[in-house]
């Protein structure tokens, strides 16, 4: 049965639409979908049932198109895993598709005529398979085993993977099908952890084909691991980690990211919400993430959530949570989810429905610029946010304000009847349904250290009087209940304890600075950020503080990648460096010896030079700085960072020219430092 008519939601619908519902399990919440897939053109979308059945609807009109029947399953009036098509893909040309089910194997139909082609892996499970995007291969669990097959050669088997003694989860290729990535079990894999990197057949060499690369320490049961679309990162879903004497069902379920090179963890991602079972869930009552998914571009990723029906949607260049949606009902978990090439994203699971919305993706600004002076302020007009994000009955509204700076500020407004004393405890738990409502703003800091957090705001109805202010989407206890003054626009830094508001910046580069409110009716109009503990921005600008701070992004280019002087090496011994490493200056080198880049910049005006550089010794060496051969600082400071792999940055502010630009640093009467890049940011003809 086919629902056309909307369904309510728990965020703003600008990022998620909803499109339509489909029930197709006639049991309801006593069946299940575990399986569902777009085809690669968008026209098709085949989900299953808790019966071993999948059904093929054309996405246009959801008319149903097939039924593919893998196995007769009787109905025992719960959820049963032997009826559970766990696994549906499509080929590159969506003329097959692929059906895995427990202890059936892996079935390949042909998508227009429904006729059953191939039946592989007879009397295994199968809870992952995938057909390659370049069109060669298909890869499919069975059981602890993974065996590839050549689609262009009668499925014949070509390479058999050994991954665990339990089962494999999932299998995901890489967009460029060089890779093949498998999340499996944790029951003593095979002297490898339970998430598995592959080569794939892509080497002229044949003994580099499936060959085994690296595994990534995922702590528990790996459910499903995909490549991102640019090859930098897995992303693993699955069970947290627990002790012999913890319930299963009081254990969140995990999601992490890796880089997908190093194997280094990137992010974990916090989830929280319900962790009860209903009484005729899946047996194990184990709470798991169960499925994780990419948008089209890499630059979002879908987690299924707990066992609360909930969606959250994840922006990858800093993993802030920015959406959320109920996507099945409550206590019943998502299963499965998928994302079509136009950007529609199908959501199954033991509602036994499937939820599909339109992704709206939001627009990825630039991040915001410090201004490189000694007080390394960061001034941000909060309406001008990343992220807006409606939470646990609240939400931050726009108000137009003529006695604001800009004109507009936000004020915490409830959307529902949730209490102002649920939100003072919950800000920043990984439950959309009751944190307090967040804005993101994407900072990209330029100096280590203690800023100083001033507020410029006022005191809303219900005596609302305070905020929170986070770091990438962690409560910070310094910057917890910054108190708001009274009728009038004022600037605050003290918090409830009357010390002064501040957060602890430790790495260079990008942070998420998160406002959040603690009480309802408060209004908020700018932040300030600053290294300088004696700035008053109430003596600024008439009370309104400095200007805002500009967004801009940066160009990178490594130093290794630049034109070395005689004399100068490529090293990597230093860890904490960007790129294949960085360049040294050694003391042999004589007087006259340069670093220098070429750069092309569209437009001539200003820019921030931004040297990223380490320097173990306890005296500055300073160097000349040139751009196009003209001397523009004789004696650039470049002082001690404490020790040779404590990397930080030194900024100048220079003239280029539209086109093409040389940037030189030379050493001449000292030994220069160790320099790992120079960043290159245009600043606006409107920033003095």
């Given at each position: 049965m086919v629902i056309f008519v909307p369904f309510g939601t728990s965020f703003n619908e600008t990022i998620l639409t909803p499109l339509y519902k489909i029930q197709v399990d006639p049991a309801g919440t006593?069946?299940?979908?575990?399986?569902?897939?777009?085809?690669?053109?968008?026209?098709?979308?085949?989900?299953?049932?808790?019966?071993?059945?999948?059904?093929?609807?054309?996405?246009?009109?959801l008319t149903l198109q097939q039924q593919f029947n893998h196995t007769t399953i009787a109905f025992a009036g719960r959820h049963q895993s032997d009826?559970?098509?766990?696994?549906?893909?499509?080929?590159?040309?969506?003329?097959?598709?692929?059906?895995?089910?427990?202890?059936?194997?892996?079935?390949?139909?042909?998508?227009?005529t429904g006729a059953l082609l191939y039946h592989l892996n007879q009397g295994t499970?199968?809870?992952?398979?995938?057909?390659?995007?370049?069109?060669?291969?298909m890869a499919a669990a069975a059981n602890g085993m993974v065996k590839v097959f050549d689609v262009q050669n009668n499925f014949v088997e070509i390479a058999s993977i050994n991954a665990s003694s339990d089962e494999v989860n999932t299998v995901d290729w890489s967009k460029d099908s060089e890779f093949l990535i498998l999340a499996a079990d944790d029951g003593a894999p095979i002297n490898k952890s339970g998430v598995q990197l592959y080569t794939t057949g892509n080497s002229i060499n044949p003994a580099e084909n499936w060959q085994f690369i690296r595994d990534y320490n995922y702590p528990d049961i790996a459910k499903s691991a995909r490549i991102s679309p640019d090859n930098?990162?897995?992303?693993?879903?699955?069970?947290?980690?627990?002790?012999?004497?913890?319930?299963?069902?009081?254990?969140?379920?995990?999601?992490?990211?890796?880089?997908?090179?190093?194997g280094e963890l990137v992010a974990d991602l916090k989830h929280q919400g319900n962790l009860l079972p209903q009484p005729l869930d899946d047996r194990d009552r184990r709470v798991f993430i169960e499925e994780i998914a990419w948008t089209p571009d890499g630059n979002y990723l879908f987690t299924s959530g707990l066992i609360d029906g909930v969606a959250r949607i994840y922006r990858a260049k800093d993993w802030s949570l920015v959406g959320y949606v109920q996507a099945q009902d409550t206590n019943r978990a998502i299963e499965k989810i998928d994302i079509s090439v136009d950007g529609k994203v199908a959501f199954g699971g033991d509602e036994g429905a499937v939820y599909v919305y339109q992704f709206n993706a939001p627009e990825i600004l630039d991040p915001i610029q410090s201004d490189r002076s000694p007080n390394n302020l960061v001034t941000i007009e909060v309406e001008n946010n990343?992220?807006?994000?409606?939470?646990?009955?609240?939400?931050?509204?726009?108000?137009?304000?003529?006695?604001?700076?800009?004109?507009?500020?936000?004020?915490?407004?409830?959307?529902?009847?949730?209490?102002i004393d649920q939100i003072d405890t919950n800000f920043s738990t990984g439950d959309p349904l009751v944190d307090s409502p967040k804005l993101d703003f994407r900072v990209n800091f330029t100096e280590t250290g203690t800023y100083y957090v001033w507020v410029r705001g006022r005191e809303g109805f219900l005596g609302g009087n305070s905020v929170h202010v986070g770091l990438n989407g962690e409560e910070v206890a310094t910057a917890e209940r910054i108190r708001i003054g009274d009728n009038n626009w004022g600037w605050d830094n003290?918090?409830?304890?009357?010390?002064?508001a501040t957060i602890q910046i430790t790495e260079l580069g990008e942070s998420t600075v998160n406002l959040f409110m603690r009480e309802v009716g408060t209004s908020v109009d700018k932040i300030l950020l600053t290294t300088n503990p004696n700035l008053d921005p109430n003596l600024v600008n008439g009370g309104l503080g400095p200007n805002e701070s500009f967004r801009a992004s940066s160009t990178r280019f490594e130093a290794e990648d630049a034109l070395l002087g005689v004399g100068l090496n490529v090293a990597s011994d230093n860890p904490g460096f960007s790129g294949t490493g960085f360049v040294e200056f050694p003391g042999r080198v004589g007087n006259n010896v340069s670093l220098e880049w070429t750069v092309n910049v569209a437009n001539a005006g200003?820019?921030?030079?931004?040297?990223?550089?380490?320097?173990?010794?306890?005296?500055?060496?300073?160097?000349?700085?040139?751009?196009?051969?003209?001397?523009?600082?004789?004696?650039?400071?470049?002082?001690?960072?404490?020790?040779?792999?404590?990397?930080?940055?030194n900024s100048s502010t220079v003239s280029l020219a539209g086109g093409t630009n040389t940037i030189k640093l030379t050493a001449n009467s000292i030994q220069g430092a160790d320099f790992d890049y120079l960043d290159l940011v245009a600043v606006p003809p409107t920033v003095v």
């Open positions: 006593l069946g299940a979908t575990d399986g569902l897939a777009f085809s690669n053109d968008g026209s098709f979308l085949a989900a299953s049932d808790n019966l071993a059945n999948a059904y093929l609807y054309r996405e246009s009109d009826g559970e098509i766990n696994a549906i893909d499509f080929s590159v040309d969506d003329k097959l598709m692929l059906t895995g089910v427990n202890d059936n194997g892996t079935k390949v139909w042909d998508v227009k499970n199968t809870d992952g398979a995938a057909f390659s995007p370049n069109g060669k291969w930098q990162y897995v992303a693993v879903s699955g069970r947290g980690p627990h002790g012999p004497n913890t319930p299963d069902n009081t254990v969140p379920g995990l999601v992490l990211i890796y880089d997908l090179q190093t990343d992220t807006n994000l409606s939470q646990g009955g609240f939400t931050w509204l726009d108000r137009n304000d003529a006695t604001a700076s800009g004109g507009k500020a936000v004020q915490a407004i409830a959307t529902t009847n949730t209490t003290q918090n409830r304890s009357r010390a002064a200003n820019y921030f030079l931004d040297f990223g550089y380490a320097n173990g010794r306890n005296f500055d060496r300073p160097m000349e700085l040139s751009v196009n051969n003209a001397v523009v600082d004789p004696s650039i400071s470049f002082e001690s960072t404490g020790s040779w792999s404590n990397w930080e940055i």
